[in-house]
T-cell receptor, first 111, second 115 residues
Framework: AQRVTQPEKLLSVFKGAPVELKCNYSYSGSPELFWYVQYSRQRLQLLLRHISRESIKGFTADLNKGETSFHLKKPFAQEEDSAMYYCALSGLDTGRRALTFGSGTRLQVQP | GAGVSQSPSNKVTEKGKDVELRCDPISGHTALYWYRQSLGQGLEFLIYFQGNSAPDKSGLPSDRFSAERTGGSVSTLTIQRTQQEDSAVYLC?????????????FGPGTRLTVT
């Protein structure tokens, strides 16, 4: 079975502060990890995936297989980063590409 | 081009009635997914279609739920004899190639309320 855990329901920071949204996963095979974001009144969209190793909107995430984590980080939060963030997993080694999502973390960036 | 579309955007139904939710994926996308977003349950996978292969129905919560995908394009999710616990936002997503495991493009969702 695969499982994604996001321990924080809400993370509130001030503009310019560093941000770290935590994500831990459980999967016996070879995982692919994603961060999806949902801004207010917008649809869910991909922020980044571990395979591409990109930095999107200043966010980065590194897959740590030893700690089974995929935390999302940004050194200086902006007000426009306020949104709901979901960590998600799919199995690279299976034909099933459906995503298993964490419960989400709401990020509030205050001015 | 146009993204994933879903209809209706909102649906209110009485307990015990059947409902049909529609998803139009991005043209050319071979994989289509249904998810449910409900309070206390987060986002959960329901069913997945890939080309002409048999769908993966492992996420359907009960036999009251079914889905079909006609002509490899439009999909309909049907819930029979709706219950109050079916109230949720139903999301559809599509992706170009399931084997790629890449980005899934989500629709705006259908908010279902069972009274």
């Amino acid at each position: 079975a695969q499982r994604v855990t996001q321990p924080e329901k809400l993370l509130s920071v001030f503009k310019g502060a560093p941000v770290e949204l935590k994500c831990n996963y459980s999967y016996s095979g070879s995982p692919e990890l994603f961060w999806y974001v949902q801004y207010s009144r917008q649809r869910l969209q991909l922020l980044l995936r571990h395979i591409s190793r990109e930095s999107i909107k200043g966010f980065t995430a590194d897959l740590n297989k030893g700690e089974t984590s995929f935390h999302l980080k940004k050194p200086f939060a902006q007000e426009e980063d306020s949104a709901m963030y979901y960590c998600a997993l799919s199995g690279l080694d299976t034909g099933r590409r459906a995503l298993t999502f964490g419960s989400g973390t709401r990020l509030q960036v205050q001015p | 081009g146009a993204g994933v579309s879903q209809s209706p955007s909102n649906k209110v139904t009485e307990k015990g009635k059947d409902v049909e939710l529609r998803c139009d994926p991005i043209s050319g996308h071979t994989a289509l997914y249904w998810y449910r977003q409900s309070l206390g349950q987060g986002l959960e996978f329901l069913i997945y279609f890939q080309g002409n292969s048999a769908p993966d129905k492992s996420g359907l919560p009960s036999d009251r739920f079914s889905a079909e995908r006609t002509g490899g394009s439009v999909s309909t999710l049907t819930i029979q004899r709706t219950q109050q616990e079916d109230s949720a936002v139903y999301l559809c997503a599509s992706s170009p190639l399931a084997g790629d495991g890449g980005e899934q493009y989500f629709g705006p969702g259908t908010r279902l309320t069972v009274t």
